[in-house]
Structure formats: C-alpha cells, structure tokens
C-alpha cells in the first residue's frame, strides 16, 4: 500500500510538474523569440510593406480580435449562465436535463474548423449577413456556449446548493435567492469561466477567417464591419512565408493578452471576497 501511494503521489507531482514546464516553456520560448520585434510601432501601428504585413503593425489585428472576443463572451456568458441556471435550479425532468447535457457536449466536441462552415452556411450564405465583427461573434458564440456552460454548471453546484435550500426554506423566492445569494457566491468561478470562454474565441482561426476575418482592415466601427484578427492574421503571415519575426512578434503579443483578460476576470471575481 505504501508503495502505491508513493507511486501515485510521485505521478502527481510529476503531472503538474509537466503541465507547469509545458507552460512555461511556451510562454519564454515566445518571449525570447517575439520579444524583440516587438515595439510601440509594432503594437499601435497597422501592417505596412510589400508583401502587406512583413513591416508596420497589428494594432487593427489586436482591436478586432478583443471586439470578437468580447462580444461572443457577452453573448455565451449571458446564453451560457441562464442554461447552467435552468439545468441546477429549474430543470426537474431527468430525461431532459441529459438531453441538454447531451448536446453540450456534443457540440463542445465539434471541430472549429466545422462551426465556421456552419457559420458561414447558416449566417452569410443562408441569412445574407456580410461577413463581419457581427457574423463572426455569433459564430463563435456557438462554439463557447458549451464551454461556458458545463462550467458554471459545475460552479453553481459545488459552491451554492446548500445555501440555496437553506434560503428556500425561510420562504425566499427561487429567483430572488439565485440573483442575490447565488450567483454572488459563485461569481468568482463565473467570471473565471467567461475569461476562458473569451481567450478561447479570440485564439480560434477558423471560424473568424470564415466569417468575418480578412487580411487588412481598419478597427471596425460597425457590427457590420470586417476585421483583421491575430490568430488570422499569424496564420497568413506563417501560411504564405511572410515574416516569421513577426508572427513570432503577434503570437507573443496574442499569449500576453490572453493571460491579462485572465488576471481581470480572476480579479474582478475576488472583488465580492473583499
């Protein structure tokens, strides 16, 4: 039995010691080969040279992909917390509740690659919806919404049930309990989850670049608007042999940006512990 939990305990370490060195070796990896292109011309500039995007900027790349990401975090986080409140609170037939889980994860397990096709079947080939900020969102909101979704589901369970048949049996009404005792106490791990369901959209090519995404724009001003977007716009740069520095330089930038949104939605969620 010793034996066995030395083997276990020794397994663990080794596992997160894995996951933390896979990591980090990334994150330093960009650091030391995208840091030095990178610059406040770089940042703040659009693409300039011939061929487009070997010099200048990926500002307008930066504003679209945090506009897509942004909204399909509002669209999602609003579809994905009313599902996960329904499946905990309101939903009393078994057979439904596994239907519905079913279908989150079915749908949870669709290539991007298969959501953008959709995206563009469905929005701007069936609906007339040009291809835009607007378009692309909804696409991607399709493909957080299980994200989202199975975890607030998970949150609400582990850290309110409790409290909320204790708040019912003193005559509280089921919503009022789920606005104003739920969900404060879970709001936390909500807004982890709306981080990851962002910096997810905002790391995905395909839907984007079926959709909405092109090689040069300017920073929308309409939901109608094309837009450039950093995975895109690295996938052109690695894909046509452009300017490895550069797409050195945006990945670096993409990987900073990602773990900022996750440092505010982290902080943002203490906020109610403080």
């Known amino acids: ?18 996951i933390i060195s896979a990591t980090m070796g990334v994150f330093l990896y960009l650091l030391y080969k995208g840091f030095g292109i990178v610059s406040a011309e770089f940042i703040f500039g659009s693409p300039k040279g011939i061929p487009l995007g070997t010099e200048g900027g ?14 399909s975090g ?19 037939n078994e057979t439904v509740h596994n239907y519905i889980l079913q279908a989150l994860r079915c749908l949870a397990g669709i290539p991007s690659v298969v959501i953008g096709l959709f995206g ?7 609906l007339g919806i040009s291809k835009s900020l607007l378009s692309a969102s909804i696409t991607l909101t399709i493909m957080i919404i299980p994200f989202i979704s199975i975890r607030i589901k998970k949150a609400l369970e582990e850290t309110s049930k409790d409290q909320f048949i204790g708040s019912l049996s003193l005559g509280i009404s089921k919503s009022y ?19 990851l369901g962002v910096v997810f959209a905002m790391g995905a090519t ?63 969620g203490n906020l109610e512990d403080m």
Do not use: Q
């Open 120 to 126: 563009y079947s469905f929005l701007i080939v069936g």
């Open 74 to 92: 509002v669209f999602g986080g609003i579809l994905g917390l009313c599902t996960a409140v329904y499946l905990v609170f309101y939903c009393e």
């Open 206 to 268: 395909a839907p984007v670049m079926f959709t909405g995404a092109v090689i040069i724009s300017g920073i929308p001003s309409r939901l109608t608007d094309p837009f450039m977007s950093l995975p895109y716009h690295l996938y052109i740069l690695v894909n046509e042999g452009l300017s490895v520095e550069m797409a050195y330089g945006t990945a670096f930038v993409l990987i900073v940006i990602v773990l900022l949104i996750n440092l505010i939605c982290h902080l943002v």
């Open 58 to 71: 990926i500002f307008p790349a930066i504003a679209g992909s945090l506009l897509s990401g942004l909204l």
């Open 1 to 18: 039995m010793r034996i066995k939990d030395s083997l276990f305990k020794l397994w663990v370490w080794f596992s997160g010691a894995a």
């Open 177 to 195: 309990t789920i606005i104003k005792l739920v969900i404060p106490n879970a709001l936390r791990y909500i807004m982890t989850s709306l981080g």
